[in-house]
């Protein structure tokens, strides 16, 4: 019998990206770059509650961080 994923614990990614605060093209790049696993159901994306646990992981260790560049400074010409 082929194993099934428990709907229960999935969750829209555009619900959840929407919690996060970011933008739908944001959670493209996240997933883009390997940062997020999304679940593809039918044309609609979704997120496991351990996919977004091991990016909460990820994220907090630091995985995701990069050094900040400092802006320029807008100049009146």
């Known amino acids: 019998m082929e194993k ?5 614990k999935l969750v829209s990614l555009n619900k959840w990206l929407y919690q996060m605060g970011v933008t739908n093209t944001t959670g493209w790049r996240w997933r883009k770059k390997g940062a997020l696993k999304a679940t593809n159901i039918y044309g609609r994306l979704y997120i496991s509650e351990e996919a977004i646990g091991d990016f909460n992981r990820r994220a907090t260790a630091g995985e995701f961080a990069i050094a900040s560049k400092p802006g320029k400074i807008f100049e009146n010409n």
């Open 4 to 8: 099934t994923a428990d709907v229960s």
